[in-house]
């Protein structure tokens, strides 16, 4: 199953068009689907986007072949031009950084993006929208991070009332192709034999069980880089494991740093 989440009605509307999906009224909110392809609109803004991806994912829980997507407007600094797509590596918000996982080849042009609580009139640093951190973290008590996908499209140069409903929809609707090269691209991944032989799985899944589901997964996409970058390469795993929950997350934290170095 594809997993899709837009905070916008507008952004929806071409993405049904193009994959035929049809309305569902499952969950309070508003929902489309097909087959293989199942969309909330989540509204604008943290809380909705939190609430309508918890909501959706436990109602139906994915399976380990399934992927999530993203995909939605932004508005951004000068040097992107209006309608560009741009592939999110790292979610900006406050203090924190989170870190979808790209592990595919692709021609996007990747870059950060910056999270806020407001429409922005002034220019950032990077891209700007309301959805991207909660989203990620609610997607990724479900999905592993090369699972889950940040598309976004530039609509504006931080001129919010400049955004029509039509202007999104015509947005949207000349990126249902590149949609479809995203989506091809996070099923390749999946579909491709394990990385791993049966006694370093073994060794993983031990060495996981010492940190929490949330803090394994992220290990695990570290490994999965690491593999892929240096291929029939396998980082030990050292058994001696802390005992202090502080001293545990610190070795995990210098790990994921030697394994994506």
């Given at each position: 199953?594809?997993?899709?989440?837009?905070?916008?009605?507008?952004?929806?509307?071409?993405?049904?068009?193009?994959?035929?999906?049809?309305?569902?009224?499952?969950?309070?909110?508003?929902?489309?689907r097909?087959?293989?392809?199942?969309?909330?609109?989540?509204?604008?803004?943290r809380m909705?986007?939190?609430?309508?991806?918890?909501?959706?994912?436990?109602?139906?829980?994915p399976?380990?072949?399934?992927i999530?997507?993203?995909?939605?407007?932004?508005?951004a600094?000068?040097?992107y031009r209006?309608?560009?797509?741009?592939?999110?590596?790292?979610?900006l918000?406050?203090?924190?950084?989170?870190?979808?996982?790209?592990?595919?080849?692709?021609?996007?042009?990747?870059?950060s993006?910056?999270?806020?609580?407001?429409?922005?009139?002034?220019?950032?640093d990077?891209?700007?929208?309301?959805?991207?951190?909660?989203?990620?973290q609610?997607?990724?008590?479900?999905?592993?991070?090369h699972?889950?996908?940040?598309?976004?499209?530039v609509?504006?140069?931080?001129?919010?009332?400049?955004?029509?409903?039509?202007?999104?929809?015509?947005?949207?609707?000349?990126?249902?192709?590149?949609?479809?090269?995203?989506?091809?691209?996070l099923?390749?991944?999946q579909?491709?034999?394990?990385?791993?032989?049966?006694?370093?799985?073994?060794?993983?899944?031990?060495?996981?069980t010492?940190?929490?589901?949330?803090?394994?997964?992220?290990?695990?996409?570290?490994?999965?880089?690491f593999?892929?970058?240096?291929?029939?390469?396998?980082?030990?795993?050292?058994?001696?494991?802390?005992?202090?929950?502080r001293?545990?997350?610190?070795?995990?934290?210098?790990l994921?740093?030697?394994?994506t170095a």
């Open positions: 199953m594809i997993y899709v989440i837009t905070a916008l009605d507008a952004e929806a509307r071409p993405l049904c068009e193009h994959y035929r999906l049809k309305r569902d009224t499952s969950l309070p909110y508003t929902l489309y097909n087959e293989e392809m199942v969309l909330v609109v989540s509204g604008i803004g909705n986007a939190l609430m309508a991806v918890s909501a959706l994912l436990g109602w139906r829980i399976k380990e072949e399934d999530l997507i993203n995909i939605g407007i932004c508005g600094p000068l040097e209006i309608g560009e797509a741009l592939l999110i590596h790292q979610i918000d406050g203090d924190r950084r989170y870190y979808p996982d790209i592990l595919y080849t692709h021609l996007f042009r990747e870059t993006i910056r999270c806020v609580d407001a429409p922005q009139s002034v220019l950032s990077y891209p700007v929208d309301m959805e991207s951190s909660p989203i990620f609610a997607a990724s008590r479900f999905f592993k991070l699972q889950i996908a940040f598309l976004k499209i609509s504006d140069h931080c001129t919010p009332e400049s955004v029509t409903k039509e202007g999104v929809m015509e947005i949207l609707r000349s990126h249902v192709d590149t949609v479809d090269t995203l989506i091809s691209r099923r390749a991944i579909k491709e034999p394990s990385l791993f032989s049966a006694d370093e799985r073994d060794i993983i899944e031990v060495f996981k010492h940190f929490t589901k949330s803090q394994g997964s992220a290990l695990e996409d570290a490994l999965i880089y593999r892929l970058r240096n291929k029939g390469k396998f980082l030990p795993l050292n058994p001696l494991i802390p005992n202090s929950k001293e545990r997350s610190l070795l995990l934290e210098e994921i740093a030697t394994l």
